[in-house]
C-alpha cells in the first residue's frame, strides 16, 4: 500500500503541512486541495459577529464557552479584523475554548490559549467530533449559558449552520439542557477553482490507482461536482469518519476504509493494511 500515491485533499495551508509530513514518514503523499478556505464575505455573518463580541465587550463573562469547530476556525477567529479592533485575545477570554480534535487544539495552543482553557476528546477518543465533544463538555452547562460556536460557512449567503452537521447537533443538546448556542462565522468554505491547470492536475492524478485521504465530506461533494465523468473504482479512499465513508462510497471508490483522523493514526494504519 506504501508504495502507492496517496493524495491528500485538505485545504491549504493544512495540505502542504499534511503532505510533507507523511512524505517524511515515507509515504509517496501528494496534495491536491479539494476545498479553499477564506475569511466570511457575507454581511449576515459579519453581522453575527459583531453581535457576539459586543456582547463579550458588556460583559466578559457572557459566553460559557467559544466552540472552535475547526483550525480554520480558531485562526480566522483571532486574526479576524472586528476581534482584533474589539482587542478580544487568548488573554482576555473568561470563557472556556471547546474543541473537537487534535488538529483544532493545537491551533488553539498556537494562537495562545492555555492547555488548563481548552476541552477536548481524549487523544485516544474513537472520533474527533462535536458527539465526543460533548461527553466531556456537558457537565459545564447550565440553565442559562450561552456558547458561541464559530464556525466556517458555505459562501456569501449561508451564515447558518447546515441541517445534519454536529454543530447543528450540538446546538440541540444545548437546547435541551435550557441553553443556547449563538454562530459566528469567520471564514467560507469553497470548491477550488477547476482552472486548466488545477483539471490536469487531477487527471494525472487519476490515471494511476492512489490512496485518497479524505477529511471532509465537502471535499467528495466539490470532487464529485467538479469532474463528474470520472470513475473511482480503481482508487481506494481512506476516510476519517463514518459519513465521509458513505459519501466515497456513493461516489463509487472501489475501497474505502475508515482511519482515526490524526496524523499518526493515518500513518499507522497505512502500515497495517501493506
Known amino acids: 500500500m506504501a508504495a502507492l500515491p496517496l493524495i491528500v485533499t485538505r485545504p491549504a495551508p493544512d495540505n502542504q503541512r499534511w503532505v510533507h509530513a507523511l512524505q517524511a514518514l515515507g509515504h509517496r503523499a501528494e496534495g491536491l486541495p479539494l476545498m479553499d478556505i477564506g475569511p466570511s464575505r457575507s454581511p449576515q455573518a459579519q453581522a453575527a459577529l459583531q453581535a457576539a463580541l459586543a456582547d463579550m465587550a458588556h460583559n466578559t463573562a457572557c459566553y460559557r464557552a467559544l466552540m472552535f469547530v475547526s483550525a480554520n476556525a480558531v485562526r480566522y477567529f483571532f486574526t479576524h479584523p472586528l476581534v482584533q479592533a474589539a482587542a478580544v485575545t487568548p488573554a482576555t477570554l473568561a470563557a472556556r475554548c471547546w474543541s473537537p480534535g487534535p488538529g483544532t487544539t493545537q491551533a488553539l495552543r498556537e494562537a495562545g490559549v492555555a492547555d488548563a482553557q481548552i476541552d477536548a476528546p481524549a487523544a485516544d477518543a474513537a472520533q474527533f467530533e462535536s458527539e465526543t465533544l460533548w461527553a466531556v463538555v456537558a457537565p459545564q452547562v447550565r440553565h442559562g449559558d450561552c456558547v458561541l460556536i464559530v464556525r466556517g460557512a458555505d459562501g ?119
Open 156 to 274: 456569501l449567503n449561508n451564515p447558518e449552520p447546515a441541517q445534519g452537521t454536529g454543530r447543528a447537533w450540538l446546538a440541540t443538546q444545548l437546547q435541551a439542557r435550557g441553553a443556547r448556542a449563538v454562530f459566528a462565522p469567520v471564514y467560507e468554505r469553497h470548491a477550488p477553482a477547476a482552472t486548466p491547470a488545477w483539471q490536469d492536475r487531477l487527471h494525472q492524478l487519476h490515471v494511476q490507482s492512489a490512496y485518497w485521504l479524505f477529511s471532509s465530506s465537502e471535499c467528495l461533494q466539490h470532487l464529485a461536482a467538479l469532474a463528474p465523468a470520472l470513475t473511482w473504482q480503481a482508487h481506494t479512499a481512506l476516510a476519517t469518519h463514518p459519513r465521509i465513508a458513505q459519501q466515497a462510497q456513493a461516489l463509487g471508490f472501489g475501497r474505502v476504509l475508515t482511519t482515526r483522523p490524526a496524523l499518526d493514526d493515518i500513518h499507522r494504519f497505512i502500515q497495517s493494511q501493506s
